[in-house]
T-cell receptor
Framework: SQQGEEDPQALSIQEGENATMNCSYKTSINNLQWYRQNSGRGLVHLILIRSNEREKHSGRLRVTLDTSKKSSSLLITASRAADTASYFCATDARETSGSRLTFGEGTQLTVNP | DTAVSQTPKYLVTQMGNDKSIKCEQNLGHDTMYWYKQDSKKFLKIMFSYNNKELIINETVPNRFSPKSPDKAHLNLHINSLELGDSAVYFC????????????????FGPGTRLTVL
């Protein structure tokens, strides 16, 4: 299976609710990044968390990283219809340090007004 | 003021044709990439250039040839197009981390939707 697997594949919630997406990976990492992709658009970087960090916040976004479990989660609080998009995690693996990011398969989030 | 731009946005062509996609970034980044996103939205890296030097060349058919005339441009030429080449192709750029290791965020272009008939 792929480095960087998101779970769930699809998530549908009501506006105002929180959305949690998970990402698992297989190798040691330097950092893990989350990206958003709106329909028909390119990916937009949301947040980067380094391997020595456990939690990071940016506005309504909260990312956690558990390197012992090789997993990360992205929490979007008080979701809005405009948050509807696909969300991808991407890892910078130590073994290929500085050469690439590996993207997961994404979680499709739908926020219903 | 577009950071990473790609042309064309849409490309519809016949099997067997040769086509090119152009990418330019005005962010002063030293590393550029080409990704292919399939119909299931899986994003796979194809190539990466750092300071005009090829540093990643995944198992991509040699019908695909990237060209980087300078740090701000990375073009993708595809020969003898096949049906399976239909996808969205994204260009991206970033700055390498200190000492060349670890990545900073990547900035993506809007994508080129290639349809091969």
């Amino acid at each position: 299976s792929q480095q960087g697997e998101e779970d769930p594949q699809a998530l549908s919630i009501q506006e105002g609710e929180n959305a949690t997406m998970n990402c698992s990976y297989k190798t040691s990492i330097n950092n893990l990044q989350w990206y958003r992709q709106n329909s028909g658009r390119g990916l937009v970087h949301l947040i980067l968390i380094r391997s020595n960090e456990r939690e990071k916040h940016s506005g309504r976004l909260r990312v956690t990283l558990d390197t012992s479990k090789k997993s990360s989660s992205l929490l979007i609080t008080a979701s809005r219809a405009a948050d509807t998009a696909s969300y991808f995690c991407a890892t910078d693996a130590r073994e290929t340090s500085g050469s690439r990011l590996t993207f997961g398969e994404g979680t499709q989030l739908t926020v219903n007004p | 003021d577009t950071a990473v731009s790609q042309t064309p946005k849409y490309l519809v062509t016949q099997m067997g044709n040769d086509k090119s996609i152009k990418c330019e970034q005005n962010l002063g980044h030293d590393t550029m990439y080409w990704y292919k996103q399939d119909s299931k939205k899986f994003l796979k890296i194809m190539f990466s250039y750092n300071n005009k030097e090829l540093i990643i060349n995944e198992t991509v058919p040699n019908r695909f040839s990237p060209k980087s005339p300078d740090k701000a441009h990375l073009n993708l030429h595809i020969n003898s197009l096949e049906l399976g080449d239909s996808a969205v192709y994204f260009c991206a750029s970033s700055r390498r981390g200190p000492g060349g290791g670890t990545y900073n965020e990547q900035f993506f272009g809007p994508g080129t939707r290639l349809t091969v008939l």
